[in-house]
């Protein structure tokens, strides 16, 4: 199976999240064409090779953001140019999709590992949907996983989690001509000083400090009215040195308008850079180094099971016009999956 040839078909086919069937379809037409034995479950597929021992997971994602303006080649149009794919998608992340599926069929082709692999690949990643989340409540726990991203190839050992927090700071209002009431907006404004004052002093080996910044503020209605709301949007990138409720408490303390938690689930995650999957990582790929990865993944509902993040391509292309993968980039990221597959259950003994 051609792997720059399954590229272009997936890019070509639109899968924006909540779209993903068709991509689905295809990935698993492949797998069965490999003399798998695919599955579905919604718009995700998986399929397990190998039994016995060890289950290793391999998930990537076949969802894409929409394709945007600013192309100057057509984004489904799957075009080769100067060995490179270009289209919605082939960064992120249906070249790992289909490094995968390959990496696992060559390790696997002959002197088979001891152990079991699950590839799954995944829908609504881009959104942070229900797919791997999902999927996983579906599966035997995995002993460690892969999530496929591109950084190419070097294993992140650590993810920034998400935690969104209102603060509504309230006044009273009056007329604007004559003065009077409390202005809200004034409030808030003291507050989003007093969260510029607000330290961290737990840096994490891989991902540092989190970090904190206000996004959005929304308040009054009509010129002339003295507001007595004001809604500030605050955006946190969390690290495991901190529980989201820790830092909720410290900006209830500096802040004087009410904080509610929006949203906690998409906590940070990491793993120990000892563990077998990230050894297995690092030499399947001599020379890289593990990092921290400061954007969100599907990583998030492996909390608790030995991950690595790694896949081909550069997240910098990711979600951009003219997003593309070269052909090179693809063809390590099959022989990378291959190696770390095969290193993985040699360290783990299976």
Known sequence: MNAGELLRDLVRIPSESGQEDAAASRVEEAMAALGWSPRRSGRNVYAFLGSGGPLLLLNSHTDTVPAGEGWTKPPLGAVVEDGKVYGRGANDAKGCVVAMLLGAAGAFASDAPKGRVCL???????????????????????????????????????????????????????????????????????????????????????????????????????????????????????????????????????????????????????????????????????GARPYGSPTLSDWIFLRGIPTVKAGPGDSRRSHTPDEYLGLGELEEGVRFYERLIRSYFERVGA
Do not use: M
Request: with cysteine.
């Open 120 to 286: 799954g690949f995944t829908c609504e990643e881009e959104i942070l949907g229900q797919g791997l989340e999902s999927l996983v409540a579906e599966l035997p726990r995995p002993d460690a996983a892969v999530v496929g991203e591109p950084t190419g190839l070097a294993p992140a050992v650590a993810q920034k989690g998400l935690l969104v927090l209102e603060i509504t700071a309230k006044g009273r209002a009056a007329h604007a001509a004559h003065g009077g009431g409390v202005n809200a907006i004034e409030a808030a404004a003291h507050d989003v000083l007093a969260l510029g004052r607000l330290s961290f002093d737990r840096s994490h080996p891989a991902l540092g400090l989190p970090s904190l910044a206000v996004t959005q503020i929304e308040g009054g209605t009509r010129h002339n009215v003295i507001p007595d709301r004001c809604r500030l949007v605050v955006d946190v990138r969390t690290t495991p040195d901190y529980e989201p409720e820790q830092i909720v408490a410290e900006v209830g303390r500096l802040v004087k308008g009410e904080v509610v938690v929006r949203s906690q689930r998409l906590r940070s995650v990491d793993t120990d850079p000892a563990s077998a999957i990230v050894q297995a990582a690092l030499a399947a790929n001599p």
